[in-house]
């Protein structure tokens, strides 16, 4: 059937506009930082070819580039291994109420995911202020004083777990909604096949919830791979990575070396990086879940 | 000695279902505490926030710090800026990706498969690499510094996840629909607007509550886009207000109040359309 549905006319026409807004603001950036990590460029006047010496100092002489992955390996560990579990747990726990209870719970859980990383931070400087803050009220009132009078978040001893919690605190609806809407679409047959053998309580999720939603769960876990190394805005708004580059990630560090140093060349060179470690993850992610949803 | 048996039983049930409530209860608490005190301290007195006590009853509540807030924040100015910027990029992301998706998953051509995989790779790329080179490359074009480039950038880091949830929509529609309509003589652009859009209120509506709510909450892009105050958004109306007026405390929570007041009205109403929008994005993101 020669029809309107086939007509390569059409088919340009609807395609267009979205190809050529992802290939102008998406992909041909990338292209762009390319050309300027062979560079030296301040960001003003002329500039010179310097072929890969950016790309050698990032990898073998620059601390703070691997300071930033460890904190995201760091910040991933702790989303992994608390914020997760956590999650999961209070989703259980949520499966067993009426559908009425469980939306009001899960809709307040999920307020401070809705809300802009720029209030949410703001608000969380007060809560850590060490002269009125929440935190400093509350410790006031327990009498812990070492406590109450601790700048967390340029002690350089608490400020990285400070801006997690942070980010855990803002996450922690999104993990809930994921793991609740996987436990909600697991088919009731399988709890209630368990219960006749006598399978209950701890049991039911050790040997028969968690396996079944082991692939579900691993595509959750990857997806927070990914969403730590998302992690700039936190940073810049809260410590600016500091204080000594303790907080530092890698979004923001290139940011820094752009607009604070000066260093275009050099920042466009960690931009090219950040790229290669995204795509590669999602890369392995799609190979994992891909395997996982065949098997 | 039986019935007594009963009783304990049902005494333990109900000590056991106090805990279970009480477990969930204090961890909502710890959850929304840190915005019940910013709403709080928003209504009280810039001195009432040095004491020793976490919540206090605001009589009278100071409506002041809200109209300080709005008058000397210059909220007005900010908050044309984000409605024109969020306007335009939610219209423009809803009008490519539907279209976009609609080619992909409806009509019939070889490379369908292809473009579509490619477009979905656009949610790998992370915003933050894009911010030199776009600052750069936008400058190329003269568009660094306006409302255009900001919208462009917008509706670019929209269209990947609305194309997958249109998509989604669009491959369960049956085929009749709009066989019938051509073989009444329709043409395409008639079969797209008057018959398959209307169909589509589902994912139209979460997709355009997603994306309000992702460039309403925007900083980065703008922040890095933007440098003249008069068309910054607004997120800005804090950091700008904090550093004019750094002691005031109180109407700085007001400030924050006001930006989060928008997303957290509309949360009240869609909230259900938006825990399912994201979760569409987070399956495949």
Known sequence: MQSIFTRKRNIIVLITPALTLLCFALLAPIFVSVYYSFTDWSGLGPYGYIGTDHYRTILFHDPVFWKSLKNAMLYLLVTVCIQHPFAFTVAVALSKLREKTSQIFRTVFFIPAILTVVVTTKLWIYIYNPNFGLLHNLFNGLGWDRLAKTAWLSDPATALGAIILMMIWQGFGWALLLYYSALMAMPKELLDAGSVDGVSGLKLYRYIVIPYLLPVINSILIIAVAATLKTMETVFLATGGGPGDITQFLANYLYQKAFVSNQFGYANAISVLFVIIAMSLALATNQISGRSNTE | ?285
């Not at chain 2, 776009?134 to 306006?146: L, P, R, V």
């Not at chain 2, 440098?227 to 929570?253: D, M």
């Not at chain 2, 928008?262 to 994201?278: T, W």
């Open chain 2, 1 to 285: 000695m039986l019935l007594q048996q009963k009783m304990i039983n049902r005494y333990l049930n109900t000590v056991k279902k106090l805990l279970f409530y009480l477990f969930l209860t204090s961890l909502l608490v710890i959850q929304i505490f840190p915005i019940i005190w910013l709403l709080n301290f928003s209504l009280l007195r810039n001195g009432d926030l040095f004491g020793s006590h976490l919540l206090k009853i605001p009589i009278p509540p100071q409506w002041i710090n809200y109209v300080k807030a709005w008058t000397q924040g210059n909220i007005p100015v900010y908050f044309l800026n984000s409605t024109i910027i969020v306007f335009f990029s939610v219209l423009g992301t809803v009008v490519v990706s539907f279209m976009a998706a609609y080619a992909c998953a409806r009509l019939y051509w070889k490379l369908s498969g292809f473009v579509f995989a490619f477009i979905l790779l656009g949610m790998t790329v992370p915003i933050h690499t894009t911010l030199l080179p776009n600052f750069i490359w936008f400058g190329f074009f003269n568009i660094i510094n306006t409302r255009t480039g900001v919208i462009i950038a917008y509706i670019a880091f929209g269209i990947s996840f609305s194309t997958l949830v249109f998509s989604g929509f669009l491959r369960g529609i049956p085929r009749a629909m709009e066989e019938s309509a051509f073989i009444d003589g329709a043409g395409l652009a008639k079969i797209l607007f008057k018959i398959i859009a209307p169909m589509s209120q589902t994912p139209l509506v979460t997709v355009s509550i997603i994306s309000f709510l992702t460039n309403w909450n925007e900083f980065i892009m703008a922040n890095t886009f933007i440098a003249s105050e008069r068309l910054r958004t607004l997120p800005f109306s804090i950091i700008n207000f904090e550093g004019q007026y750094s002691s005031q405390y109180a109407a700085q929570f007001a400030v924050m109040m006001l930006i989060a007041l928008p997303p957290i009205v509309l949360f009240g109403i869609f909230n259900k359309q938006i825990m399912a929008g994201a979760l569409a994005g987070s399956v495949k993101g």
